[in-house]
């Protein structure tokens, strides 16, 4: 069947790709050699790395610049859906010994005009401590550090779990070369992932990183908004006499209830 937006999105793509073969003098050695790694990327399964990495993020800037409430970021490759429901205040799954120090994150829901949001559905999954996502890496138990929960009457959670590592995207594959080739290291800062889900609306993706991670900067990925960085406040445990020390961390989140992208910019058709 035919689709109007594909024709209109590649002929754009042809009148940008011929104004870079011009400026960057792109040889058909050149060409090939993109052929060839982009056959490599689909090879090693590291398209949709490849596209969150380096595109997703400036995606959602476009789509949503013009909207209020708390900023979208990545979604990524990592989501998986229907991970265990757990209470508010409640924990993530998580293995006996888990490495790494407690965190207690809490935060309110509200709509865009302050409104609390009851029972709003929130997917949370993370990186453990050492950067390692479970499902993805060799060794972690299925839905380890993942979970749905709902908003209380007020519109708030909290949640137990553990202060997140720095996550290294892989680097010995297709993506790895290309981040040898724009010469950028591979981490992303050490982040929360949130997916909001009101009973009356529609869904906000998100992440919070923490203030003072040596890749807020430099995120490898671009997904840092300053507006999701938070603090993380470490206490002492022994005061409640608890073994180990633990961290805090709060955000509020403002949620549209209608959370489509607005394009401003008129259609240019010719
Ligand atoms: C992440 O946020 O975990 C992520 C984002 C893009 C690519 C890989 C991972
Ligand atoms: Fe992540």
Same mark, same amino acid.
């Not at 757990?86 to 309110?108: H, I, K, W």
């Not at 591979?186 to 040596?214: C, K, M, S, W």
């Not at 908004?225 to 470490?234: A, H, M, Q």
């Not at 709060?250 to 010719?270: G, S």
């Given at each position: 069947?035919?689709? &109007?937006?594909?024709?209109?999105?590649?002929?754009?793509?042809?009148?940008?790709?011929?104004? @870079?073969?011009?400026?960057?003098?792109?040889?058909?050695?050149?060409? &090939?050699?993109?052929?060839?790694?982009?056959?490599?990327?689909?090879?090693?399964?590291?398209?949709?790395?490849?596209?969150?990495?380096?595109?997703?993020? /400036?995606?959602?800037?476009?789509?949503?610049?013009?909207?209020?409430?708390?900023?979208?970021?990545?979604?990524?490759?990592?989501?998986?859906?229907?991970?265990?429901?757990?209470?508010?205040? =409640?924990? @993530?799954?998580?293995?006996?010994?888990?490495?790494?120090?407690?965190?207690?994150?809490?935060?309110?829901?509200?709509?865009?005009? $302050?409104?609390?949001?009851?029972?709003?559905?929130?997917?949370?999954?993370?990186?453990?401590?050492?950067?390692?996502?479970?499902?993805?890496?060799? $060794?972690?138990?299925?839905?380890?550090?993942?979970?749905?929960?709902?908003?209380?009457?007020? $519109?708030?959670?909290?949640?137990?779990t553990v202060?997140?590592?720095?996550?290294?995207?892989?680097?010995?594959?297709?993506?790895? &070369?290309?981040?040898?080739?724009?010469?950028?290291?591979?981490?992303?800062?050490? /982040?929360?992932?949130?997916?909001?889900?009101?009973?009356? =609306?529609?869904?906000?993706?998100?992440?919070?990183?923490?203030? $003072?991670?040596?890749?807020?900067?430099?995120?490898?990925?671009?997904g840092v908004?300053?507006?999701?960085?938070?603090?993380?406040?470490?206490?002492?445990?022994?005061?409640?006499? @608890?073994?180990?020390?633990?961290y805090t961390?709060?955000?509020?989140?403002?949620?549209?209830?209608?959370?489509?992208?607005?394009?401003?910019?008129?259609?240019?058709?010719?």
């Open positions: 069947m035919k689709n &109007q937006k594909v024709i209109d999105v590649y002929n754009g793509l042809v009148v940008k790709f011929k104004e @870079l073969v011009c400026e960057y003098e792109i040889d058909h050695n050149d060409y &090939q050699a993109l052929v060839d790694w982009m056959d490599q990327l689909g090879r090693a399964g590291e398209i949709p790395l490849f596209m969150d990495v380096f595109f997703e993020t /400036h995606a959602l800037q476009e789509m949503y610049k013009s909207v209020k409430g708390t900023e979208p970021t990545i979604l990524g490759p990592y989501y998986i859906e229907n991970t265990p429901v757990v209470q508010n205040p =409640g924990m @993530l799954p998580q293995r006996e010994n888990e490495p790494g120090d407690a965190l207690y994150f809490s935060g309110s829901v509200k709509d865009v005009n $302050g409104n609390p949001l009851a029972n709003t559905k929130i997917d949370m999954w993370q990186a453990d401590a050492n950067g390692e996502y479970s499902y993805f890496a060799e $060794g972690i138990p299925n839905d380890n550090l993942r979970g749905v929960f709902y908003t209380d009457a007020n $519109g708030n959670f909290e949640i137990k202060v997140p590592g720095n996550y290294s995207i892989p680097t010995d594959g297709p993506s790895g &070369q290309f981040l040898k080739w724009i010469d950028h290291h591979a981490f992303r800062p050490a /982040h929360l992932h949130l997916l909001f889900q009101p009973e009356n =609306g529609d869904r906000l993706v998100t992440q919070i990183y923490f203030e $003072g991670d040596e890749y807020l900067e430099n995120d490898v990925a671009q908004r300053g507006s999701l960085i938070t603090k993380l406040e470490k206490h002492s445990g022994a005061e409640k006499g @608890l073994k180990n020390d633990y961390a709060h955000l509020d989140f403002e949620l549209r209830l209608q959370d489509k992208p607005v394009f401003n910019k008129a259609v240019v058709k010719n």
